[in-house]
């Protein structure tokens, strides 16, 4: 269950809402490329328009690194947002000062406003506590509707929460709800696919999973490590050599808690990442020396469906493969099309490369979530609470 207050435990009417959006979306020449973001947090401020607040929309816009930067403006995310909502959005040229304040006092109910690019400012990033108190000063309450921003202590996330009530989204509160299925009380048999450039990346996970997952299928460029770590020969390929040691620590220990733990037995290798036409599929035990493997070969994907068959819940982070690259997008191809194919199973994906893999291969609508949050899903399945999210108020 969700432990936090969300906007329907509070009253809004007449009240002048502030709301922390992730409305970093892709921008070409001005327009709004991708506006996935901005309607995830429609149903939220639609909730507040409809029961009379005045709304006060804040996002980053890319990384402008505490300048003003022209094309990071947040006009275009205004435009596409009031076309969204079917009625007026007010883009103001700051976030803080005289003029956002005159502007927000001149608010009506269910008007919305949406203010400039945070990360204009260093004290965003910062966490600066007087930056914090300034924004919190525009509102009377403040909503988090941004789950890919809340394991980031910054000031629109967590240093806020110190001066006005704070409550969740609707996007937030389901987003959690999702993945807490999964971290949580996932109906077994639970199988977790791993894959990605980085061994690194994704120990929190193994680490914050191991005792409620029942396998791991392990693709991508840390497989490598693990294999190295097992004595194979791994030529030019991604290798972590500082996590050898650890690789075959995890390896010992899930395999004495009776964990399955999968790895590739044939890749795709190739001499260079451009000289796709070097490329071969070749056993684990037999990869070449000068050569590098960037995806899971056809027998991996057919192992990794056989292990995922009767699967109850699914969670996935990180592409298997190289799968910018359509030479080497097969396996990973291979691994999303063997979990939609999956009955009665729960699956998420997490991870922004994850995400961008499905929707290039056009599987979106077979899983049952895919995550908004790239670095917040990873250190939500790692453990800890996300400081954004704590720092909400919790219900009685
Ligand atoms: P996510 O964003 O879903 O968490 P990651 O950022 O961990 O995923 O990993 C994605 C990246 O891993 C992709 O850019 C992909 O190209 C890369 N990758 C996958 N397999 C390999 C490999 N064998 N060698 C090098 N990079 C790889
Ligand atoms: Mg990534």
């Known amino acids: 269950m969700f432990s936090k207050m969300t906007v329907e435990d509070v009253n809004v009417r007449g009240k002048r809402v502030l709301v922390r959006v992730d409305f970093n979306v892709p921008l070409a020449s001005g327009e709004v490329t991708d506006d996935r973001r901005i309607r995830l947090a429609l149903k939220t401020i639609n909730y507040l328009v409809g029961n009379g607040a005045k709304v006060i929309l804040m996002s980053h816009l890319g990384r402008p690194k505490g300048k003003v930067v022209d094309s990071l403006k947040m006009d275009p995310v205004a435009k596409k947002l009031s076309e969204l909502l079917g009625r007026p959005v007010k883009k103001l040229d700051d976030c803080v000062g005289e003029k956002v304040r005159e502007a927000v006092a001149e608010m009506n109910d269910g008007d919305v406003i949406l203010l400039e690019n945070l990360r204009f400012r260093p004290e965003e990033k910062a966490n600066d506590d007087g930056f914090a108190s300034k924004l919190a000063s525009l509102g009377e309450l403040y909503v988090n509707d941004a789950f890919s921003v809340s394991h980031r202590a910054h000031a629109s996330v967590v240093g806020i929460t110190k001066y006005l009530p704070s409550v969740a989204g609707f996007a937030l509160k389901e987003e959690v709800e999702h993945l807490s299925k999964v ?144 030479e080497y997008a097969k396996g990973t191809k291979g691994v999303a099309e063997a979990v939609v194919g999956l009955k009665r199973c729960f699956s998420v994906a997490g991870g922004g490369d994850t995400a961008a893999a499905i929707k290039k291969f056009g599987l979106e609508s077979g899983f049952s979530f895919i995550s908004s949050g790239g670095g917040a899903s990873l250190e939500f399945f790692s453990g800890e609470e996300l400081p954004g999210i704590a720092a909400l108020m919790d219900r009685e």
């Open 183 to 326: 971290k949580e009380s996932p109906e077994h048999p639970f199988v977790v696919i791993l894959g990605g450039a980085k061994v690194s990346d994704k120990i929190g996970v193994i680490r914050g999973l191991e005792e409620k997952a029942d396998k791991f299928l392990i693709g991508g460029g840390m497989a490598y490590t693990f294999l190295k770590a097992k004595g194979l020969e791994i030529g030019n390929s991604l290798c972590e050599e500082d996590k050898l040691e650890l690789a075959s620590g995890i390896m010992d220990e899930l395999s004495k808690k009776g964990k399955g733990f999968v790895l590739p037995v044939d890749v795709l290798v190739v001499k260079g990442f451009e000289d796709k036409d070097s490329r071969k599929v070749v056993e684990v035990s037999g990869i070449p020396e000068g050569y590098m493997g960037v995806d899971i070969g056809p027998g991996s994907v057919k192992l990794f469906g056989k292990e995922l068959q009767g699967a109850k819940t699914v969670l996935w982070n990180g592409p298997v493969g190289v799968f910018e690259i359509d």
